[in-house]
C-alpha cells in the first residue's frame, strides 16, 4: 500500500544516527527473513497493541511494479562480505534503515493506525524515458499527461536496473516526476524491501538525500567520511566498497537540491573513496563513474533538474506517472479505508466496517465515471488528500483538527523547505511561488465565480510581472515541476480545453491563502510603503534642518511644517492599512451570499463533491454558471489560527502577528455587523465552521454573545457536525433560548458530544431523531446534571419506548427545570403511560405532558389522567390519538369537567357539547407530522374526532356553538381530504 504520508513526503532527511531520528515510533527489532509474513489483518492488529516488529511472519499484498522478490535472507550476504563483522555490520545496517524509513510524521498518524511500507504498497506507475522525449520542448502548460507508449508495458522497481533493449548493462537510473507523483515512497519502499531482503541483486544500500548533502556546503568530505558519518555500522565494511560492484547500490534522493558541474575545469576527476571533496563533487564522480564505477546508482529528482546529469551517464530514464490507471486509485482508496480507526478517547464515535464499505463503493463509483476526480487522483498525493478529508467528515476528529489544517500540512507534506530553483540565489520558495501565482488566478476566480480557466487567464496569471531573464527561468522550472500538482485539464463535458484546480477545494484555499499573505494589493497599496518610507527618511532629514532654522529665525510656521512632515507616514500607514478591512469585506460577503441560502451545508457539499452524489443546490433566480465558494471565508479564518499560521511559516508564507490580529479584528467588526441576522439551519452552521476552523475561543464567544436562537433543524448532523458545534458554542456562558435539533439524524453519541450546548438551552427540540432507549440514558444525565436549566424538552417522534420512560423518570424525579415534556408519538403504549401514572408524582415542576399517539388504551390513559388531576403543579395532559374507545373519551371529558386537581385533559376536540379550547393545538399536530405518522392511522383517528364533533353539533341548540363545531369540522375534512379520506 501507498502509504498516504510517504505519497506526499517532498524529501527523507537522513540524519547521522539513524536510531534517534525523531519520525515516531517505527519497527521495532531485527528485520525478518522474507519468507516470514505477516497476514494483513493480523499486522493491524498487533499495530492496535503495539507489537510493531521486524520479527513475526506477515504477506505482502502488491500489485503490479512492486520490487517484492525471492532472495537470500538478509543475514546471508554472498560472496562479498564473508567475515562475521561485515554481515553483522550489514544486518545492523538494515535494522536502523528499517526502522528509520518506517517511520511517519503525525500528519499520517492522526488518521489512523499507519500503513507500513513494508507490508501493503501500491506502486504509481514508471514509464521508461528515452532522452530525445525528455529534452523535446514541450507544449506551454505542459498540463496534459503522455499515455505509455502501446507495447511498453511499465517498470517494476525490481526492473529498473535490468539490461536495456540492446542488451547493455544499466548502472545508472535516473527517476523524475513532478510534485506529488511519488517519488519519496518508491525510495522508502525500495529501502525497505532491500532491508528484508527483496531485492537479492544488492547486498549493499546506501541512500543519501541530496537536501542533507546541499547543507553540507563546499566544505570537503571523503565518501568513506559520508557515509560513516550518517551510517555508523557500515565503517566495518567501507574497505570493501570498491570490491562491491555492481553489488553496491547507491540512492540519491532530490538531485534538484544539488548543484552539479560537470565540467572538468569546475569539479576534478577524484577515483578515490576517502580523498576530501566537496559533497556535489563526490555526487558528480559518482555518476561519472569516476568514482566506484561499478556501483549501481538510483536518482530520484524533478523534471526540471534532469538536465543537470548528461545523459551520456544514464542507462535508464524512469518517468513516474502516477496513479494513471483508476484501477490503481481503486485500490489504494480499498486499502486506506481498511485500517481500523485510533479510537479517540471520549468521542464515542467509529466508523463500522459497512461504512467503510460504502464509502469505498461510493468512491469507486464516482471514479468509474470518469469525473474530475478521477483526473485529480492521478497523482497520489491527492489520494491521500481525498482520504484525510474523508476521515475529516465520517471518522473520529483529533482534538484541534480542522479543514483548513489538513490542507495546509497536505501542502507541507509536498512543499515544506522545497525552493524553487536550487540554482538562483534568491532561493524563493516554490510554496511562496506558488501562493502567488496560482493564488491570483484562484482569487480571480473566486472574484468573478468560475472554477474554469482558459490557457490566456493561465498565461496571464503566470506571467504578470515577469520582466528578465531570472524570472523567466524562475516560471520555466514552476511549470515543469509544481504546475501539474495545481491545475489539471477539465474532463467534464461542456468546457473543452479548458483547465481547473486539481480539486476545487483547494482553488478556494489557495484564494484565501492569496489574500491573507497581503498578496492583493491595489495600485495605492502596492506604492503606499514604499511612500511610506521614502516621505520617513525625507521627513527626518527635513525635518533636523527645520528644528536648526527654527532656533535662528523666529518663524512659528516651521513646527507647523514639522509636524505634518510626522503626519504623512501615519497617513499613508493607515491607507496601507486598509487590506485589512478588504480581507474582512471579501470574506463576510463570500459566507453572506444570500444567493447561498438554498445550498447544503458546506461540510455536505464536500463529501458530495468527493463522493459523486448530488452536489450543492443553486438558487432557482441564478444562471447555471454560478458557482459557490463557501469553503473561502472557512479557509480565511483557518489560515488566521496560530497553528496554520506556524506550518504556513514552515512553507515561507509567514503571516505576523500583528497582521493577523488585524485582520482577526476587522472580520469581528465586519461578522458582528453581518451575523445578527437570523440565518437558515444550512448558513448558520456554516457560520459556527467557520468560527470552528478560526479556533479563537475568546473571538468566537465575542462575536456570538448575540445569538440566543440555535436553530439546525433539518441539518443531517454528523459526528464532526455535532463536534462543530459542541466546540465553538459548548464554553460560552450565555444562554440559548431555544436548540432546535429536529430531524437531525442525531444518535446517541451525538447527543453526548453535543451536552455542553445543552445545558446552555432552555427550550430543546429533539423531535424526528430515531432516538431510543440508549439515548434516554444520556438524556437523564441532561436533566441531572446540577447546570441544567432546560425547561421545555420535546421528543416527540422518536422511538423511546417505555424502557425509556423508565430513564427518563429518573431524570425528572432529581430535576427541578423542566415544565414541560412532549412524548407526543414515541412508542409508549400502555405499559409506558402506567409507568408515568405512578411515578408522575416524583416530579413536582412539570407543567405539561404530552403523552398523544402512544397507541395507549382506555386503562392506562384514565390512571395517568388521575395521576395529572393530583399532581400539585401539571395544568395540561395531552392523551389525544390513543387507541381510546368513545366511552373512554367521555370518561376522560367527565373526569376535566370534575373540579379536583388542576390539570386539563385533552383526549379529544369537544369538551362536551363546545369545541375544545386547544382544538388548533390538536390540528397543527397533525399537519406539522403529517409526512411522518402513519396516514392510514391518523386517517381513522381524525375519523373518530370527526364523529365526536358531530355528535356534539347535534347535541347543542346554542348556535355559536354549532358554528364553531362546523368550522372546526372543516378543518379535519380538509385534513382527511389530504389524506385520502371521504371530505364530507
Known amino acids: 500500500m501507498l502509504s498516504p504520508q510517504a505519497l506526499t513526503s517532498p524529501r527523507m532527511r537522513w540524519g547521522r544516527h539513524l536510531p534517534r531520528a525523531p519520525w515516531g515510533s517505527g519497527l521495532r527489532g531485527a528485520p525478518r527473513p522474507p519468507g516470514q509474513r505477516i497476514p494483513f489483518l493480523l499486522h493491524w492488529s498487533s499495530l492496535i497493541k503495539g507489537e510493531h516488529s521486524l520479527g513475526p511472519t506477515r504477506a505482502l499484498i502488491r500489485h503490479h511494479g512492486s520490487s517484492a522478490g525471492s532472495g537470500p535472507p538478509p543475514g546471508r550476504q554472498g560472496q562479498l562480505f564473508r567475515s562475521t563483522s561485515a554481515a553483522e555490520a550489514i544486518q545492523q545496517h538494515r535494522h536502523n534503515l528499517a526502522e528509520w524509513f518506517s ?21 504509481p506507475v514508471i514509464r521508461e524515458s528515452s532522452p530525445d522525449e525528455l529534452f523535446r520542448p514541450s507544449a506551454e502548460l505542459a498540463l496534459e499527461h503522455r499515455p505509455p507508449p502501446v507495447g511498453l508495458p511499465p517498470l517494476a522497481l525490481s526492473q529498473l536496473f535490468d539490461p536495456d533493449a540492446c542488451g547493455r548493462r544499466v548502472q545508472t537510473v535516473v527517476l523524475y516526476g513532478t510534485v506529488g507523483t511519488g517519488k519519496s515512497t518508491l525510495v522508502r519502499k525500495m529501502v525497505l524491501d532491500w532491508c528484508y531482503g527483496r531485492l537479492p541483486a544488492f547486498e549493499l544500500l546506501i541512500p543519501f538525500s541530496c537536501e542533507d548533502l546541499s547543507s553540507l556546503g563546499p566544505a570537503p568530505a571523503s565518501l568513506c567520511q559520508l557515509v560513516a558519518q550518517r551510517y555508523t555500522p557500515l565503517k566495518e565494511v567501507l574497505p570493501s566498497l570498491a570490491a562491491a560492484g555492481s553489488r553496491l547500490l547507491f540512492v540519491l534522493h532530490g538531485l534538484e537540491r544539488l548543484n552539479l558541474d560537470f565540467r572538468l575545469a569546475s569539479t576534478g576527476l577524484c577515483s578515490d573513496p576517502e580523498e576530501p571533496e566537496a559533497p556535489a563533487a563526490i555526487v558528480v564522480n559518482l555518476l561519472r ?48 479505508f481498511n485500517q481500523p480507526d485510533c479510537g479517540y478517547g471520549g468521542t464515542g464515535v467509529s466508523v463500522t466496517l459497512a461504512q467503510r464499505d460504502s464509502l469505498v463503493q461510493m468512491l469507486s463509483r464516482n471514479l468509474e465515471g470518469h469525473h474530475q476526480i478521477a ?3 492521478f497523482l497520489p498525493s491527492y489520494c491521500w488528500l481525498v482520504c484525510a478529508t474523508l476521515h475529516f467528515l465520517h471518522a473520529p476528529t483529533p482534538a484541534g483538527q480542522t479543514l483548513t489544517s489538513i490542507y495546509t500540512s497536505f501542502l507541507r507534506l509536498n512543499f515544506s523547505g522545497e525552493t524553487l530553483d536550487s540554482t538562483d540565489p534568491s532561493k524563493l520558495s516554490l510554496m511562496a511561488y506558488a501562493a502567488r501565482t496560482m493564488g491570483k488566478l484562484a482569487y480571480d476566480g473566486v472574484s468573478s465565480r468560475k472554477t474554469y480557466f482558459s490557457e490566456e487567464d493561465v498565461r496571464g496569471c503566470l506571467e504578470a510581472g515577469i520582466q528578465t531573464e531570472e524570472e523567466f527561468q524562475l516560471l520555466h522550472v514552476f511549470r515543469r515541476d509544481a504546475l501539474r500538482f495545481f491545475l489539471a485539464p477539465c474532463v467534464e463535458p461542456g468546457h473543452p480545453g479548458t483547465f481547473v484546480f486539481t480539486v476545487q477545494a483547494m482553488q478556494e484555499y489557495l484564494a ?78 463570500e459566507m453572506f451570499r444570500e444567493e447561498d441560502y438554498y445550498n447544503d451545508d458546506v461540510l455536505d457539499q464536500m463529501g458530495a463533491s468527493i463522493l459523486g452524489v448530488e452536489g450543492p443546490r443553486r438558487h432557482p433566480d441564478e444562471p447555471p454558471e454560478d458557482e459557490v465558494f463557501e469553503l473561502f471565508p472557512m479557509f480565511i479564518g483557518g489560515l488566521l489560527s496560530a497553528h496554520n499560521r506556524a506550518m504556513l511559516a514552515q512553507l515561507g508564507c509567514p503571516i505576523k502577528n500583528l497582521d493577523a490580529l488585524e485582520n482577526a479584528q476587522a472580520i469581528k467588526k465586519r461578522l458582528g455587523k453581518m451575523g445578527r441576522r437570523v440565518l437558515p439551519p444550512t448558513e448558520l452552521l456554516d457560520h459556527l465552521f467557520f468560527h470552528y476552523e478560526f479556533q479563537n475561543q475568546r473571538f468566537s464567544a465575542e462575536v456570538l454573545s448575540s445569538l440566543r436562537q440555535l436553530n439546525l433543524a433539518g441539518v443531517r448532523m454528523t459526528p464532526l457536525k455535532c463536534t462543530v458545534v459542541a466546540a465553538v458554542l459548548g464554553s460560552g456562558r450565555h444562554a440559548l433560548d431555544e436548540v432546535n435539533l429536529a430531524s437531525c439524524q442525531l444518535d446517541p453519541a451525538g447527543l453526548r458530544t453535543l451536552m455542553p450546548v445543552f445545558l446552555r438551552a432552555r427550550k430543546l427540540g429533539l423531535q424526528l431523531n430515531s432516538l431510543g432507549p440508549e439515548a434516554c440514558k444520556d438524556l437523564r444525565d441532561l436533566l441531572l446534571h446540577d447546570q441544567c436549566q432546560v425547561t421545555t424538552l420535546r421528543l416527540s417522534n422518536n422511538p423511546l419506548t417505555a424502557a425509556g420512560v423508565t430513564l427518563l423518570m429518573e431524570g425528572l424525579a432529581g430535576n427541578t427545570s423542566l415544565t414541560h415534556l412532549s412524548l407526543l408519538h414515541t412508542g409508549l403504549g400502555d405499559e409506558g403511560l402506567e409507568l408515568l401514572a405512578t411515578q408522575l408524582s416524583c416530579n413536582q415542576q412539570l407543567q405539561e405532558l404530552n403523552v398523544a399517539y402512544n397507541g ?64 388548533s393545538v390538536i390540528l397543527n399536530e397533525v399537519r406539522r407530522n403529517l409526512n411522518s405518522w402513519d396516514r392510514a392511522r391518523v386517517r381513522r383517528h381524525l375519523e373518530l374526532l370527526l364523529r365526536d364533533l358531530e355528535d356534539s353539533r347535534g347535541a347543542t341548540l346554542n348556535p355559536w356553538r354549532k358554528a364553531q363545531l362546523l368550522r372546526v369540522e372543516g378543518e379535519v375534512r380538509a385534513l382527511l381530504e389530504q389524506l385520502g379520506g371521504p371530505r364530507s
Open 289 to 336: 563513474k569516476y568514482m566506484l564505477p561499478e556501483a549501481s546508482i538510483l536518482v530520484t529528482t524533478r523534471p526540471s533538474a534532469i538536465g543537470r546529469i548528461p545523459s551520456k551517464y544514464v542507462g535508464r530514464y524512469g518517468e513516474i506517472c502516477g496513479f494513471s490507471d483508476t484501477n490503481l486509485q481503486k485500490l489504494y482508496f480499498q486499502l486506506r
Open 103 to 123: 517511520r511517519l510524521p503525525r500528519e499520517e498518524r492522526q488518521f489512523g493506525p499507519t500503513f507500513a511500507l513494508d507490508t501493503v504498497h501500491v506502486d
Open 856 to 919: 395507549a388504551g382506555d386503562a392506562a390513559a384514565l390512571a395517568l389522567a388521575k395521576a395529572a388531576r393530583e399532581h400539585p403543579s401539571l395544568e395540561l395532559l395531552h392523551l389525544y390519538f390513543n387507541e381510546l374507545s368513545s366511552e373512554g373519551r367521555q370518561v376522560l371529558r367527565d373526569l376535566g369537567g370534575t373540579t379536583e386537581g388542576r390539570a386539563r385533559v385533552v383526549a379529544s376536540l369537544t369538551e362536551g357539547t363546545a369545541v375544545s379550547e386547544y382544538w
Open 512 to 589: 484565501a491563502l492569496y489574500i491573507v499573505l497581503g498578496l492583493r494589493k491595489t495600485t495605492l497599496q502596492r506604492v503606499g510603503k514604499e511612500v511610506t518610507e521614502l516621505v520617513g527618511r525625507v521627513g527626518e532629514d527635513v525635518s533636523l534642518v527645520l528644528s536648526i532654522v527654527a532656533k535662528l529665525l523666529p518663524l512659528r510656521a516651521l513646527p507647523l511644517l514639522f509636524n505634518l512632515l510626522k503626519v504623512v507616514p501615519r497617513v499613508f500607514g493607515r491607507v496601507v492599512g486598509k487590506s485589512r478591512e478588504a480581507v474582512a469585506r471579501a470574506m463576510v460577503l
Open 375 to 377: 483526473a485529480a487522483c
